[in-house]
Nanobody, 122 residues
Framework: QVQLVESGGGFVQAGGSLRLSCAAS????????MGWFRQAPGKEREFVTA??????NYADSVKGRFTISRDNAKKMVYLHMNSLKPEGRAVYYC?????????????????WGKGAQVSVSS
């Protein structure tokens, strides 16, 4: 079983930066692929980024602005968000899976946190 808790959400002006953190429990954390997703009001949950081993991938909308990283010793995953845009306003979710494929697919992740709200003003 894996439990995930996000933190670090908040309010920021467009162009600003935030860092989200995800604290994970579970013995096999280092072997899990980890992802960040977001859900804006009235929209479906969408892929932001994922990390599996040394591989990372990003949604086109965040490439060059967001960075995912992890600290296996601390069982933490981070999402560094720079140059935030108003369309980045959403609840951001941390997710975990034991697989390493289809990491951009919501249904591929059995474990989810409760989310962290990010608000971006224009």
């Amino acid at each position: 079983q894996v439990q995930l808790v996000e933190s670090g959400g908040g309010f920021v002006q467009a162009g600003g930066s935030l860092r989200l953190s995800c604290a994970a429990s579970g013995r096999t954390f280092s072997s899990n692929a980890m992802g960040w997703f977001r859900q804006a009001p009235g929209k479906e949950r969408e892929f932001v980024t994922a990390i599996s081993g040394d591989r990372t991938n990003y949604a086109d909308s965040v490439k060059g602005r967001f960075t995912i990283s992890r600290d296996n010793a601390k069982k933490m995953v981070y999402l560094h968000m720079n140059s935030l845009k108003p369309e980045g306003r959403a609840v951001y979710y941390c997710a975990a899976t034991t697989g390493s494929l289809h990491l951009a697919v919501v249904g591929y992740y059995p474990y989810w946190g409760k989310g962290a709200q990010v608000s971006v003003s224009s």
